[in-house]
């Protein structure tokens, strides 16, 4: 029997194991996703503190609840470990490790090729490995595929390979993984074929090309939000000068049934994806001399937005109160790079702290979902940084605040009542300025 006839049979059969490599924000989703459909899954990770936490029932992260891990070591359908022999077991392998920018901002493909380093050593015939880690096109064939076949089995006739995408959106109450699309790719029907009955398990859509073209989509899906969150960012910039709110403008605009798509300004972007992924694809493209102007042109705009914010702090607080920011006392609100997690990768929040301690000002910070900064790779110099106390007495002895992460569950009007100047970069307060419109500044 063809190794694409023998897992197929052994999925009828419910006999299907997976086997979950990396089980961060993307990985412990995943793996929930099989255990909820009666899939036995084994988690991989290097880190022996993430497989304790795992195994002891814990999540790890406050958006998911420890009462789903434990739900799933209970009925003996989650174990983690970071014995990399026992991924033998499985019979389809989803790798989710993290791809980086290095400090040039290339591709740091690292953690992908170390990752399929360990596992050829254990590969057996008849697996099917799938990379779910956001990349360039071209990884899985280039780069995933002569790694494995250093085993000595062939990719389309001892093991099959696959690309598919993760799409996660972490906190977002209305799309979770089963709901959630999937596109999948191989270069090999057989390859194809195992990965759709995989994915069948646990998404109700799956879409199917090959590996380039998954690994593009996804691409393109981060670009657009990047270059369309530049494009915002921009136009609050030159609507300002022209004293017309730009939120407003969204409001109105969203009301065309067609044609136009939401995007919201901001302080910048951050977060592991929209931030990262776009060079991916401008690091590809000059292999082949070309040149990608659009993502360059929006990253010029977005990481300019951090200091926008602090010149626009700085001139307010020199109008409204004589006061100059070097001495002054600011409250940094929301640390994550969005609302209502506690991810905090690559977020504008950081490069905020770093700028207004450039100029002197005293700054802390309050986020309800990040007790403490964690050394980081862009700002280690904030580790250790611990959120203030939500209190009226702590709260008042601030000089101005900025909102950087809209949270829903901060008591945004204790900050009006006891805070003279409110730079506001989400419109959070979009509900208080009739009381405390002369406080706050939209930003
Ligand atoms: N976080 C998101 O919202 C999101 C959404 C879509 C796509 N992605 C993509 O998914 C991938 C993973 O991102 P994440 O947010 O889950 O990262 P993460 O940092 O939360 O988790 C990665 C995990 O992989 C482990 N790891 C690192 N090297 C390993 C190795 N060699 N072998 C086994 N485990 C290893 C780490 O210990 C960690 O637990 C990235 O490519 C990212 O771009 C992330």
């Known amino acids: ?28 989703p995943l793996a929930e996703a099989f255990a909820a459909q009666n899939v036995k899954v084994l988690g991989y990770d290097i880190s022996q503190n993430r497989v304790d936490e795992l195994n002891a029932g814990k999540s790890g992260m406050r958006h998911i609840a ?79 595929q002569p790694i494995l076949e250093k085993s000595g089995l062939i990719a389309g006739e001892d093991f099959n390979l696959a690309y598919s995408p993760e799409r996660e959106d972490p906190g977002n109450p209305d799309f979770e993984t089963a709901t959630i699309p999937k596109v999948i790719g191989a270069d090999n029907e057989g390859g194809r074929a195992m990965a759709k009955a995989v994915y069948d398990k646990i998404v109700k859509t799956v879409i199917v090309s090959n590996a380039r073209t998954a690994e593009a989509t996804k691409l393109v899906e981060n670009i657009y939000r990047w270059i369309n969150i530049a494009a915002v960012n921009e136009m609050k910039i030159i609507f300002e000068k022209m004293d017309i709110d730009i939120w407003e403008v969204i409001d109105a605009a969203k009301t065309k049934p067609f044609g136009f798509h939401a995007f919201y300004p901001g302080p910048g972007v951050g977060g592991h994806c929209i931030r990262i992924d776009p060079y991916y694809l401008t690091w590809k493209a000059r292999e082949h001399g070309l040149a990608t102007h659009f993502i360059e042109l929006a990253g010029e705009v977005n990481t300019k937005m951090p200091r926008r914010i602090i010149s626009r ?69 904030l580790a250790g940084m611990e959120s203030i106390e939500w209190t009226d007495a702590a709260l008042k002895k601030f000089d101005a605040v900025v909102i950087a992460t809209d949270h829903s569950n901060v008591a945004y009007e204790d900050l009006c009542k006891q805070i003279p100047l409110i730079i506001d970069t989400r419109n959070t307060l979009r509900d208080h300025h009739e009381k405390y419109g002369d406080k706050i500044v939209k930003a």
């Open 1 to 28: 029997m063809s190794v694409t006839k023998e897992f197929l049979q052994k999925i009828k059969d419910g006999q299907l194991v997976v086997g979950v490599i990396g089980l961060g924000y993307v990985g412990l």
């Open 66 to 144: 420890d009462s789903k891990v434990a739900k799933m070591l209970q009925q003996g359908l989650f174990r983690a470990t970071t014995n990399v022999a026992d991924l033998r077991e499985a019979d389809a392998l989803l790798i989710a490790v993290p791809t980086p920018l290095d400090k040039y901002h290339r591709p740091d493909l690292s953690y992908v090729i170390s990752t399929c380093e360990t596992i050829k050593d254990h590969l057996r015939r008849g697996q099917l490995v799938v990379l779910e880690s956001t990349t360039y096109p071209g990884t899985t064939r280039e780069v995933m």
């Open 313 to 381: 702090l700085l001139e307010e607080m020199s109008l409204r109160h004589q006061k100059a920011l070097g001495g002054s006392k600011v409250l940094l609100c929301g640390l994550a790079y969005k609302k209502n997690i506690d991810d905090m990768r690559e977020s504008p929040s950081l490069e905020l702290i770093h700028i207004l301690k450039e100029h002197g000002a005293h700054v802390s910070y309050y986020d309800p979902w990040i007790p403490q900064i964690p050394v980081t790779r862009e700002h280690p110099e």
